[in-house]
């Protein structure tokens, strides 16, 4: 017990070193901006099919769910309100980031640490380069400039998404719908919920490559770090948000 807990507290103080070594390479460069570029295409671009489908999928469904739960009380028309004003703070910054942590934090995990049971990270030292500056900067900052792009697209889709709900299920015109959204959603809101994506984004590129600098046991370890990085980051990231959310709430948005 008491050494996995050493072992925890060892891998924290690990992540939070390369953390730091990524903010150092990144203000003292070179920065190689065209894999920067070309990892926005991979996490940015390439997540925009998957973030369509769950902004959409959370507009519809929480306009449902609370749509039919506030009929009985006669409060149908808080709807648009209570919906957009849960996407902008919450929903969809925390749910695209962890569909995203699905999908980039193990194509991180796949792609780094092959390179390293293949020795191809060695081979980077050996030449004089800094592996943190080649491989892990440019996927930090693709991470932190993609993810509140991605936030924003889901959010609005859920927006529309619930606008269709309302209009078809409980006879609410869209400009009725949309002049609810722009009274409740005030900028605070939408900050706080971009500000939170780019922290989801930083979590979940430094665990990833932190996890495959450490990777080891050829293939099979590979598939091991894959599974690790996404269910660490998937934790990190819903453990961040509560903490996230009470200090927005406490000094920001209240």
Not at 130 to 152: G, M, Y
Request: net charge positive.
């Amino acid at each position: 017990m008491i050494s996995k807990i050493r072992r925890h507290i060892f891998t924290i103080g690990e992540i939070y070193n390369l953390f730091q070594n990524t903010l150092i390479c990144s203000f003292t460069g070179p920065i190689y901006w065209h894999r920067v570029i070309e990892q926005i295409r991979f996490i940015g671009l390439g997540s925009i099919s998957i973030t369509i489908v769950i902004g959409l999928a959370m507009g519809l469904v929480m306009t449902l769910n609370f749509g039919f739960g506030l009929k009985k009380f006669g409060g149908t028309l808080y709807v648009p309100a209570v919906v957009s004003l849960s996407l902008a703070r919450e929903m969809a910054p925390l749910f695209t980031s962890l569909l995203i942590a699905g999908r980039v934090g193990s194509g991180i995990a796949s792609e780094i640490g092959a390179m390293n049971v293949t020795q191809q990270i060695d081979a980077l030292r050996a030449l004089g380069t800094n592996p943190i500056r080649v491989l892990v900067v440019p996927r930090f900052w693709a991470s932190i400039i993609s993810l509140p792009l991605l936030s924003s697209l889901s959010c609005i889709l859920g927006i529309l998404g619930g606008l269709i709900v309302c209009m078809n299920e409980f006879d609410m015109s869209a400009g009725f719908y949309f002049n609810k959204v722009l009274i409740t959603v005030k900028t605070p809101d939408y900050i706080s919920g971009l500000v939170k994506a780019m922290i989801f984004g930083g979590i979940i590129s430094i665990v990833g490559c932190y996890r495959s600098f450490n990777t080891t046991g050829g293939t099979k370890g590979v598939g091991n770090s894959t599974t690790w990085v996404v269910v660490t980051s998937s934790i990190l990231i819903l453990i961040t948000d509560f903490f996230l959310s009470k200090v927005f709430l406490v000094y920001w948005t209240k």
